[in-house]
């Protein structure tokens, strides 16, 4: 009883936590003045460093260990502190996506894009697929969630990749969405099959 009030209390810890970075992560970005110019070790860009990276963690390191989702923090972190660095001090694109001095940015956001979308979609997916399959082996697949998280991180690329080429519209994001549904519902049939064996 009492390791379960500790384990709470430091749950409850940790997402204070996390929103206090996160709060003060979001504050310099909005109204910090952060911009591309300043020296790499400024103290205000050393703070937004250290909390955008203590935000990332404190958000994706126990949603990892309290649902067993081995490489979730790394993700997490990786994608989420590049996004906020491009963010801050990346000068943005003006050009379009396949102009080679914009290509490299483009290149940074749609990567962090996709990791972000990836590791903030996978514990929402885990849960709803508990919720969702009634046998055991289908409902704690994690090669399921780990696909169907990468697919999600690959719908928002690809959405960015469409707006940096100039050509997104409704049309081309139901088609996006509808091929990425079809490719999972391929994969849940083969693995049903494969089961029902």
Same mark, same amino acid.
């Given at each position: ?48 460093? $250290?909390? %955008? /990276? ?9 949603? #990892?260990? *309290? +649902?067993?989702?081995?490489? &979730? =923090? ?62 055991? $082996?289908? %409902? /704690? ?9 990468? #697919?999600? *991180? +690959?719908?928002?690329?690809? &959405? =960015? ?37």
């Amino acid at each position: 009883m009492d390791s379960l009030r500790s384990q709470i209390s430091l749950s409850i810890l940790a997402a204070v936590a996390a929103g206090l970075c996160w709060a003060v992560a979001l504050a310099l970005l909005l109204f910090g003045g952060l911009h591309a110019g300043e020296p790499h070790l400024a103290p205000q860009r050393l703070i937004y460093y $250290v909390m %955008a /990276l203590g935000a990332a963690l404190l958000t994706f390191a126990p949603l #990892e260990s *309290g +649902l067993g989702m081995p490489g &979730l =923090a790394v993700e997490g972190t990786v994608g989420t502190t590049l996004l906020l660095y491009g963010l801050a001090f990346v000068p943005p694109p003006t050009e379009w996506l396949l102009s080679l001095p914009d290509m490299p940015v483009y290149a940074l956001l749609i990567g962090a894009i996709f990791l972000c979308g990836a590791a903030g979609s996978r514990p929402f997916l885990y849960v709803v697929g508990q919720r969702m399959f009634k046998e055991r $082996v289908q %409902a /704690l697949d994690q090669r399921r969630v780990r696909r169907q998280s990468y #697919e999600v *991180g +690959l719908l928002i690329s690809a &959405l =960015a990749a469409l707006a940096g080429l100039r050509v997104l519209t409704w049309v081309s994001v139901l088609l996006l969405a509808l091929v990425l549904m079809i490719a999972e519902l391929l994969f849940l049939a083969r693995f049903q099959a494969k089961t029902n064996l």
